[in-house]
């Protein structure tokens, strides 16, 4: 029984599409992360919810836009995919001692 | 949050001891030190944390000096699998964890 899950796994599309990735945890926590690791393997954290509410936004362009329909699940909504968006993105949960990873959707834009 | 300093990579012999140091000079009293490890193309992976004192779990130790300056975390026999990059984060809380370059250790038969 996966703890967090991600889907699609593997996503390749055009430039200028529109793509979501979907994650849900079964950990029962409230705070849920979306990270991005490009291709020189830095991990950066992109977004962060607590209860539904966004807690961080970290500079990332307008294009991207989550959604927490509840605080089991945080979707990733990118709009008019660029080249440079293509990288791995992994959502994450916290029980606020430690972050549990889903396994990563690796993104290509084409 | 303070900033860590990890040396880029490291072997380690399967079967030895892995000792993975990372320095964090400039921590708060207040701030936790944290590792994760990441093996290839999976997500990130929680091993241990600790504030002052030493830590075991049944992944690894964690030996943090004295003056907290610096730490260690030690993976007593290591396998092929734990060929992995290796990240220390320092941490007032346990969330929005922000990974560094980390350390790429490389576990030889």
């Known amino acids: 029984d996966t703890a967090v899950s991600q889907t699609p796994k593997y996503l390749v599309t055009q430039m200028g599409n529109d793509k979501s990735i979907k994650c849900e945890q079964n950990?029962?926590?409230?705070?849920m992360y979306w990270y991005k690791q490009d291709s020189k393997k830095f991990l950066k954290i992109m977004f962060s919810y607590n209860n539904k509410e966004l807690i961080i936004n970290e500079t990332v362009p307008n294009r991207f836009s989550p959604k927490s329909p509840d605080k089991a699940h945080l979707n990733l909504h990118i709009n008019s995919l660029e080249l440079g968006d293509s990288a791995v993105y992994f959502c994450a949960s916290s029980d606020h001692e430690k972050l549990f990873f889903g396994s990563g959707t690796q993104l290509s834009v084409l | 949050d303070a900033k860590t300093t990890q040396p880029t990579s490291m072997d380690c012999a399967e079967g030895r001891a892995a000792n993975l140091p990372c320095n964090h000079s400039t921590i708060s009293g207040n701030e936790y030190v944290y590792w994760y490890r990441q093996i290839h193309s999976q997500g990130p992976q929680y091993i241990i944390h600790g504030l002052k004192n030493n830590e075991t779990n049944e992944m690894a130790s964690l030996i943090i000096t004295e003056d907290r300056k610096s730490s260690t975390l030690i993976l007593p026999h290591a396998t092929l699998r734990d060929t992995a990059v290796y990240y220390c984060?320092?941490?007032?809380?346990?969330?929005?964890?922000?990974f560094g370059a980390g350390t790429r250790l490389t576990v030889k038969p």
């Open positions: 984060i320092v941490r007032v809380r346990g969330y929005d964890m922000r």
């Open positions: 950990l029962g926590h409230d705070t």
